[in-house]
């Protein structure tokens, strides 16, 4: 079974810190041919809607589009049944009427933007939510039955402390939701928070505190019943994010929309990045995978889950004995940042924090 990723792209402001790929809400006229466009991208896929069994609208922020386009969207995914259907949204523009749409449509795991509790530090991020605003979409979609709830959270943000952490997670845990991505911040070039940090506006914050806040992050969830299944992934029991998974698992799936990219049958596909070139010729280019690049990504991207990865599986793949393709597995297994148990090799507690060192090895 494969996923499917939708890319939308619109957003009613730009967020201080972000180098996805979206552009602003355009006119009606501009966002009526994105969607003709991505739709037609979506039936050149036609025959692999019966193997589709997640799906994941993200962005951007696809619920900065109107009620109508979600329909017109909605409607041209109804030939797919999935097992899971997600949906990334921002809390400031959710109505109550798009999680009766949601519902109506069969969406059922639903992701907030909601990165932190603090209103002065969203301030400083330019996120335009406020907490009330996340405590009633949340309470608006579990009304609807939509209980598979995400929020996007983020630490180390310039202003935040240990302290202010604890009391995020205090505040994220008491609206009972079962999935908490927690990521770090990373100051990307190109973004307006990085043009602010070269004029001296702020200072970072450094790698020790960033580690002490992620340490203190995975103590606290995982205490709170949390399963930290991933690098930057806590969930309930049988909350994981199917369609995530399909990207940690190396499996395959169709990326369409804006920038969007995909895997399917050993081939990426990587479609244009800019709106206006999007709209004449959604794909950018299309790359077959070597049997090496293939190893690489499945033991990068395998190694974020904290169960890590089959080793018998792997090396039955891909035909190798991985330890005598990459002997520094024995080196880091001496700095004890990555470990063998029952068959799977996965980071340690300590690899868990220099994951990027340890993926070196690999490249
Ligand atoms: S809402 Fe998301 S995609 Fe849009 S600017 Fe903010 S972080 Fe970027």
Redesign the pocket.
Known sequence: MIGLYIHI?F?????H??????VGVKKESEREKYLDTLINELNSYHNYFDQIDTIYIG???PN?MTDNELIKLFEALKPIKPIEFSI?I?PESYTHNQGEIFKQYGVNRVSI?AQTSDEKILKFL??KHNNDEVINTISSLKQLGINNINLDLIFAIPGQTLKSINKDIKFFINLDIPHLSYYNLILEENTYLYYLYNRGRFSEVDDEKSRQMYANVIDKLTKLGYNHYEISNFSKQGYESLHNLKYWENKDYIGIGLGAHGLLNGIRTYNERSFNKYLKNTLYEKVELSIEDRITEELIMGLRLTKGINLSEVNLKYNINLHEKFPKIKEMKELKLIAEEDGYLKLTKEGIFLGNQVFQIFV
């Open positions: 792209p957003c009613k402001s730009i967020c810190y972000c180098d996805f790929v979206k962005g951007g922020t900065a990334e921002n933007g330019n996120r």
